[in-house]
């Protein structure tokens, strides 16, 4: 009887083990379909600022297509929300993968700058896209002249608005470098004009429930503003949004950033005035392009702007009645 014992328990153990053994593997092999992984000629890092981001989908959608061309294996990887110390952390893991290069938003701080040394000390070349740290020892940007976008914000509210104007800020994130740096151009341009007066700045930490409760702040605390500008791509749809619930009858010129389809359909609809048009699907497409150009050679020119336009209603007609893109 007690062989019997020993026998099944025997038998039970085997099993166990045998299911152990098993559902590990299904759970942790991840199977790599033939030429997927192993056929590229080179390995390289996306760092973006936020997963689910249609600006930064965009940007992925133009590095993927660019590296699709020319056999490279891509990485797209982001902070589920934009956190600048879990994108740092993302950016170190990079390069302690050894990648044949990485393309990062820049952070502000000494951090990033000894991150970005620590991969060119390892042959990394590092590109930075949409915000630029010029201190650090990247290799090249990539994006807009933020400045200068931002002084195409100042030159629609002149455009758009007679005598005295009150304007609210809606940014993205205040420790954004891209998003000072397109403040700092609005500034420029509204401080020659005396009719025109920066109120107030909330953040929306680029959502749009979160620009609708910095629309809601604004006007709650200030409600003489009649200008209500964005600095990132969900800011000026968050901004309609809000005001729909605040004072949908109130008359207050809504200006945006980036062309998101939404934001085009806002300008349709005559809900926002006009939008600062960046290409961010040009952005990924360049950045993995001079990257590719890095493996051989350092570059001449270091910065690689990406045209800026503001785009009005008109403008939308007029490129639809040509079959052209905004």
């Known amino acids: 009887m007690k062989y019997k014992l020993y026998f099944v328990s025997a038998i039970l153990f085997f099993i166990c083990a045998g299911c152990m053994l098993y559902f590990g593997y299904k759970t942790f092999y991840m199977k790599t379909e033939p030429g997927e992984i192993m056929d590229y000629t080179y390995h390289f890092a ?3 600022e936020e997963a689910d981001n249609d600006y930064w989908n965009l940007i992925q959608k133009g590095a993927q297509k660019a590296a699709r061309e020319n056999e490279i294996y891509l990485d797209y990887i982001a902070p589920k929300k934009a956190d600048n110390d879990e994108a740092l952390t993302l950016l170190d893991r990079m390069i302690s993968a050894k990648v044949d290069g990485i393309i990062t938003h820049g952070i502000e701080g ?21 915000t630029d740290v010029e201190n650090s020892e990247r290799k090249a940007y990539v994006g807009s002249n933020n400045y200068k976008a931002g002084q195409l ?11 005295k104007q009150y304007i609210g800020i809606v940014t993205g994130r205040n420790d954004s470098i891209s998003q000072q740096e397109r403040i700092a151009g609005l500034e420029q341009v509204i401080e020659a004009h005396p009719r025109l007066k920066i109120v107030s700045l909330e953040e929306s930490n680029i959502t749009e429930i979160g620009a609708a409760q910095a629309a809601y702040t604004l006007l709650k605390e200030y409600p003489e503003i009649n200008v209500l500008t964005g600095t990132s791509a969900l800011d000026g749809i968050g901004i309609v949004e809000g005001l729909r619930d605040i004072a949908p009858t109130k008359d207050v010129l809504i200006l945006a950033f980036d062309t998101l389809p ?22 990924g497409q360049e950045a993995v392009d001079i990257m590719i150009d890095l493996q051989a050679n350092d ?28």
Do not use: C
């Not at 914000?153 to 005598?163: F, P, R």
């Not at 939308?316 to 040509?322: A, D, I, K, S, W």
């Open 46 to 48: 996306l760092v973006a």
């Open 110 to 130: 000494q951090k990033f700058v000894d991150l970005v040394h620590k991969g060119i000390e390892r042959g990394i070349p590092i590109i930075t896209i949409d």
């Open 153 to 163: 914000l100042g030159q629609a509210i002149i455009k758009n608005t007679k005598g």
């Open 262 to 283: 939404r934001t085009l359909q806002k300008i349709q609809d005559g809900e926002i005035e006009a939008t600062i048009a960046q290409d961010p699907e040009l952005m």
């Open 299 to 326: 570059l001449l020119e270091n910065k690689r702007y990406i045209d800026t336009s503001i785009i009005h209603k008109e403008d939308l007609q007029r490129n639809f009645e040509n079959g052209e893109e905004p």
